[in-house]
C-alpha cells in the first residue's frame, strides 16, 4: 500500500525506514554534539512538515512507545497541518480528523506536559479554523465534548489557547471577521462555564487565564463584573496575585467597558480597597505586590479619567481621591529607579494625562478640580524631588552603565512632568523655593540640593516676570530666581552640583536677557568652569545659550568673556567640541562690534590656530595631527558660523579668508587621501559660501579647480554632498557655465567609478544622485545640455535601483521621479528617455518583483507616477511586452496576474496612493507571499 492510500487520520506502518530517519533526525536535534549537524537535522525537519506525509507521520510519532521528544515533534506536525496547510484538508475527511486529534488530547491529559500543551495548541487551532464553515459553535462543542469526558481542565486550556491562536494566525480579513464573530456568540457560554470552574480550588488558576484571555474578543462587562469580583477576593493569594492583576487589567481596558459607568465604579470600589494593601508593600518593600496593584491603578485612572474628574457623588469624589492618593504613593515608593524599583516610571504619563484633563475641562469646572487637586501636585513635586536625586557616590559607582542610562533617563521624564505641572499650577514652585531654603542648612545632602537646582531648572520655560507664588509667600520669581543664581557661587563642591548648576543659568538665558544685573555673576560662574574637563561640556552649552540670546549686553565684556578660550584651546583634556562651541559663541558676541575692531578680534581669538594651520600645510601628514587639524579646521569653521553678517559687513571675514585661502588649498592638496579631513574642508568653504554670498565669486573659479581635481583622484563622497552640492545650489543659476563644467567632469569619473564596481560604492551613488537631484530642481538648464550627457545618467541609475541600500534606492528614485518630470520640458531629457525606455521599465519591474529589498519598492512605486503621466501610450505597450515573458519578473507570479497589474497600472495612473499599493501587492506575490492574507 503507498502513502497516499491510507487515511490521513491513520498512522504509517510500522517498520517504514523514513519513521526510523524522522527519530534519527530528532535525536540529532536534541543530541547530537556537533551545532552544524543538529541545525541541519532541524532543517531537515521543518521541511517535512509540508510533505503529504505529514498528517501520517503526526499519528506516528505519537504513539506511546515513542520518546516525549518524537511525541512532542508529532504534535508540532499536527499544528503545522492544521494552521499553515488547512485549505488543503479533504472535507470528507474532517469528522475522522477531529475524533482521532480529540482522543489523542484525551490520551495525553496527563501528559507529558510539552506534548499535552503542543496537542491543545493544535486543538484551539482546529476549532478556531472549523468555525469558518465546517463545524459551526465548534468552540462550545469542543467544551461540552471534553466536560462530558470529565476533562475540564483540557477544556480550560483550549479557552486559553484560542484568543491566543487567533492573534498568531495568518487570516484572510473576512476569516478573521467570521471567527470573531462566531466567538463573541460563545463568550457568553464561556463565561458561564468559566465562573463554575472558577469554584474548584483545582480548576481555579486555569479559569482565571482563560478569563483574562478572552477580553480579545470583548467580555459582556455585565455578566463578567461578578466573575471577576470572586476573582478579585483572590488578590490576596500570592500564588493568584498575578492573574487575579492580568484579570483586572484585561477587563478595564477593554472599550466596551466605558459604555458601562455603574460597573466601572463598582470595580473602583473593589480597588480602592487595596489601599491598606498598598501600604503594607511598601513598607516590606514587596515591590512585586506594589507593581501588581499599580498596574490596576493605572488601568483605572488612565483609561476613565474623564468619567473620574466628571463626578459629583460626595462617595464617588472620596472613591477618586483615593485612587489618585495611591498612584501617588506609586510614584513616591521608596528607593531608587531603577535598581530599588523598576515600576514609578510607568506613573508619570498618569500625572500628564491627569493634569491634560483638568485644564481641558470647561473653565469653571477646571477651577474647581485644580482647588481640589493643587495639594496633590505640590505633594508630587516634593516626592519627585525626592525621586531623582542621586545615589552616594559609592553606589553610583556600583551601578551598570544600563543603570545609569536609565536613571538619567528617568530624570528627564521626571523633568518634563513637572514643567507640564508648573505650567498649570505655578504655585508649585513654593515647594521647591521651601526645599531649596532648607537645603542652605547645615548638614543638608549634596543629592538633595543638586535635585532641587534640576527641579528650577526644569521649569525654566514656565517662569516668568509676572507670574507669582502661593500667597503664602509673595515673593515673586524674579526674586526666587536672583536668589537661586546669586547663590550658586556658594553651594557645596560636588562635580553632579556644578553641572546641574552651569545648566541651569544656561535654561534661564531668556530671563536673564531681562534681568542684566543677575547674567554677568552667572557667566562669571559659566567661564570659571569652562577649562575643568568634567565640567566644561555644561559650561559650553550654558554659555553658548547666553551668547544666543544675550548678544548684546554681553558682547560688551567680549574682551573679558574672551580670556578664557586661550586655556581651553591648549588644554588636551578638553574635547574638540567643547573648544569650538566656545569659540562659535564668542564670535556670535563678537557680530555687535564696530566693523573696525572685529577683524583684529577674530585675528586675536584665532590666531593659535591660524599658527596651526599654517604649521601643518608645510609638512607632510602624520596620523597622529588628524584629529589635531580637524580643531583648527572646526574653529576657523565656527569663526564664518557665528558672526552675524546681517548685523555687520563681511568685510573682515573676506579678510580672514584671504589670509588662510592658500593654506588651505595646500593642506587640501596634502590630505586629500583622507575623507574626514577633505568633509571638514568642503564643511567649511560651503560655510563661507553662505557667509560672504557675493564676495566669494573671485575665489570660486579656485575651488572649483580644487574640489575636481581632489575628485578625480579620491572620490570621496562629501565632495559631491558638502561641496558640489552647495555649489550647484548657490551658483547653478549665476554661473551655469562654470557649474555645468564641474558636473561634467564629476559625473565623468563618477562613471569610470562606477564601471569598475557600483555595489561597493552605495554612499558615493547616494551622493551622486544626490548632486544631479539637486541640479534638477535649482539649475535644470545645466542637465538640459548636450554635453551634459543625461543618458548616461539615466543608465547609471538603472543600474542602482536594484541596490540593497535603503537610502541609496531612495535617493535615486527621487532623481529619476525628478527627471522623468522633465520629459515634456525639454527634448534631450525625453530623448534620453525615449531612447532607453524598454531597459528602464524592465529594471523598474526586475526590481519591484525580486531585485530589489521589499523595503524600496514603495520608492520605485513612486517611479512609475510620472511614467504614467507623462508617456502613458509607451509604458502601457512596454509593460505588456516585457511581461508576455515566461517567469519575469518571477515564478511566483501567473501570466493573468500579470496582465491583470499591466491594465491596473494603467487604470489607475493618476491615483498616486492606489497606484503604489498596486505595485506593493504586485512585488508581494513576485516573491511567494499570499497577498490576501497579507491584507
Not at 669 to 696: C, M, Q
Request: hydrophobic share 40%; with cysteine.
Amino acid at each position: 500500500m503507498s502513502f497516499e492510500e491510507i487515511p490521513p487520520w491513520e498512522p504509517l506502518p510500522p517498520k517504514v525506514p523514513y519513521i526510523d530517519e524522522l527519530k534519527q533526525a530528532i535525536h540529532a536535534v536534541y543530541k547530537h554534539p556537533d551545532k552544524a549537524s543538529r541545525s541541519q537535522a532541524e532543517t531537515w525537519l521543518l521541511q517535512q512538515r509540508n510533505l503529504p506525509t505529514a498528517w501520517h507521520v503526526s499519528w506516528t510519532l505519537l504513539q506511546p512507545d515513542c520518546t516525549v521528544e518524537e511525541q512532542y515533534f508529532g504534535a508540532h506536525f499536527l499544528h503545522h497541518q492544521i494552521s499553515q496547510r488547512w485549505a488543503l484538508i479533504n472535507i470528507d475527511h474532517f469528522q475522522r480528523l477531529l475524533q482521532t486529534l480529540f482522543q489523542k488530547l484525551v490520551d495525553y491529559k496527563k501528559g507529558p506536559t510539552i506534548v499535552r500543551t503542543r496537542l491543545l495548541v493544535a486543538v484551539a487551532s482546529f476549532v478556531l479554523h472549523s468555525l469558518q464553515g465546517p463545524w459551526p459553535g465548534a468552540i462550545m462543542h469542543a467544551v461540552n465534548y471534553l466536560r462530558q469526558l470529565g476533562a475540564h481542565d483540557l477544556a480550560l486550556h483550549i479557552l486559553v489557547l484560542i484568543p491566543e491562536e487567533f492573534s498568531s494566525l495568518t487570516l484572510t480579513a473576512q476569516s478573521r471577521g467570521t471567527i470573531r464573530i462566531q466567538a463573541s456568540e460563545a463568550v457568553g457560554e464561556v463565561l458561564q462555564f468559566v465562573g463554575e470552574c472558577q469554584e474548584n480550588p483545582e480548576l481555579k488558576e486555569t479559569a482565571m487565564k482563560a478569563f483574562s484571555s478572552w477580553v480579545t474578543f470583548e467580555l459582556p462587562v455585565q455578566q463578567a463584573c461578578p466573575i471577576l469580583e470572586k476573582m478579585f477576593v483572590e488578590i490576596s493569594n500570592p500564588a493568584l496575585f498575578d492573574l487575579v492583576v492580568d484579570c483586572t487589567v484585561n477587563f478595564l481596558r477593554q472599550p466596551s467597558a466605558l459604555s458601562y459607568p455603574n460597573t466601572i465604579w463598582q470595580v473602583i470600589g473593589m480597588v480602592a480597597q487595596l489601599q491598606r494593601t498598598l501600604g503594607e508593600a511598601i513598607q516590606s518593600d514587596d515591590m512585586s505586590t506594589c507593581q501588581g496593584i499599580c498596574q490596576i491603578l493605572l488601568a483605572i485612572t488612565e483609561t476613565y479619567t474623564k468619567l473620574l474628574l466628571n463626578t459629583s457623588r460626595e462617595d464617588r469624589i472620596a472613591l477618586v481621591q483615593c485612587l489618585i492618593s495611591m498612584v501617588l504613593e506609586c510614584t513616591g515608593v521608596q528607593g531608587h529607579y531603577p535598581v530599588d524599583e523598576s515600576f514609578s516610571d510607568t506613573t508619570l504619563q498618569f500625572w500628564f494625562n491627569f493634569g491634560d484633563d483638568i485644564v481641558s475641562e470647561e473653565a469653571d469646572h477646571s477651577k474647581r478640580l485644580l482647588v481640589m487637586y493643587g495639594s496633590v501636585f505640590k505633594k508630587l513635586t516634593e516626592i519627585l524631588i525626592r525621586k531623582i536625586a542621586y545615589p552616594s557616590d559609592n553606589d553610583w559607582q556600583m551601578w551598570s552603565e544600563d543603570q545609569r542610562a536609565e536613571f538619567e533617563s528617568y530624570r528627564k521624564e521626571v523633568g518634563d512632568t513637572i514643567l507640564f505641572v508648573h505650567s498649570f499650577v505655578p504655585d508649585c514652585i513654593s515647594v521647591l523655593v521651601g526645599e531649596y531654603m532648607s537645603c542652605r542648612t547645615l548638614g543638608t545632602s549634596w543629592q538633595k540640593i543638586e535635585a532641587t537646582l534640576y527641579m528650577f531648572r526644569s521649569v525654566a520655560e514656565t517662569i516668568h516676570d509676572n507670574s507669582t507664588t502661593s500667597k503664602e509667600d509673595a515673593t515673586d520669581s524674579t526674586k526666587i530666581i536672583s536668589a537661586v543664581i546669586e547663590s550658586l557661587p556658594s553651594l557645596p563642591e560636588h562635580p553632579k552640583i556644578a553641572r546641574t548648576a552651569l545648566l541651569l543659568c544656561g535654561a534661564y538665558s531668556e530671563w536673564l536677557r531681562n534681568h542684566t544685573d543677575q547674567l554677568l555673576p552667572a557667566v562669571r560662574v559659566l567661564l570659571a568652569s569652562v577649562n575643568d574637563p568634567n565640567l566644561s561640556p555644561s559650561a559650553v552649552m550654558a554659555f553658548r545659550d547666553l551668547c544666543i540670546e544675550c548678544t548684546d549686553v554681553l558682547a560688551t565684556e567680549i574682551i573679558a568673556l574672551s580670556e578664557s578660550f586661550p586655556a581651553v584651546y591648549s588644554n588636551p583634556q578638553i574635547k574638540n567640541r567643547e573648544k569650538i562651541r566656545l569659540c562659535w559663541s564668542l564670535c556670535t558676541l563678537s557680530s555687535e562690534l564696530p566693523i573696525t575692531d572685529l577683524y583684529q578680534y577674530l585675528k586675536q581669538l584665532l590666531s593659535p590656530s591660524l599658527e596651526q594651520l599654517h604649521h601643518y600645510a608645510q609638512i607632510e601628514p602624520q596620523k597622529e595631527l588628524k584629529n589635531k587639524l580637524r580643531l583648527e579646521i572646526g574653529i576657523v569653521n565656527a569663526a564664518f558660523h557665528g558672526v552675524n553678517i546681517p548685523q555687520t559687513w563681511p568685510e573682515p571675514l573676506l579678510q580672514l579668508l584671504n589670509e588662510i585661502w592658500d593654506t588651505l588649498r595646500s593642506i587640501l592638496a596634502k590630505w586629500a587621501h583622507d575623507e574626514v579631513i577633505i568633509e571638514e574642508l568642503t564643511n567649511f568653504y560651503s560655510r563661507a559660501i553662505n557667509t560672504l554670498g557675493p564676495l566669494f565669486d573671485p575665489h570660486l573659479d579656485a575651488l572649483l579647480s580644487m574640489l575636481c581635481e581632489c575628485y578625480d583622484h579620491h572620490q570621496h563622497a562629501c565632495l559631491l554632498e558638502s561641496g558640489a552640492q552647495g555649489l550647484v545650489n548657490i551658483y547653478g543659476q549665476k554661473r551655469p557655465e562654470v557649474i555645468a563644467a564641474m558636473m561634467q567632469r564629476l559625473s565623468n569619473t563618477t562613471f569610470g567609478l562606477f564601471t569598475r564596481s557600483m555595489s561597493d560604492h552605495p554612499d558615493l551613488v547616494q551622493a551622486f544622485f544626490s548632486l544631479h537631484l539637486t541640479a534638477l530642481r535649482c539649475a535644470p538648464e545645466i542637465v538640459y545640455r548636450p554635453e551634459s550627457n543625461c543618458r548616461a545618467v539615466l543608465r547609471a541609475a538603472m543600474a542602482a535601483i536594484t541596490m540593497q541600500e535603503y537610502h541609496t534606492v531612495k535617493e535615486v528614485s527621487r532623481w529619476m521621479v525628478q527627471f522623468i518630470s522633465h520629459y515634456s520640458l525639454n527634448e534631450e531629457v525625453a530623448d534620453a528617455i525615449s531612447s532607453q525606455f524598454k531597459l528602464l521599465v524592465v529594471e523598474l519591474v526586475r526590481g519591484i518583483g525580486t531585485a530589489a529589498p521589499s523595503s524600496t519598492v514603495e520608492f520605485l512605486g513612486d517611479v512609475f507616477v510620472p511614467l504614467c503621466r507623462s508617456c502613458p501610450d509607451l509604458l502601457r505597450e512596454t509593460l505588456n511586452s516585457i511581461l508576455s515573458e515566461a517567469d519575469f519578473p518571477s515564478k511566483h507570479i501567473s501570466r493573468e496576474e500579470k496582465d491583470r497589474f499591466a491594465s491596473s497600472v494603467m487604470r489607475f495612473s493618476h491615483q498616486k496612493r492606489k497606484l503604489k499599493t498596486l505595485i506593493k501587492e504586485f512585488s508581494l506575490v513576485c516573491r511567494g507571499y499570499n497577498v490576501q492574507a497579507v491584507r
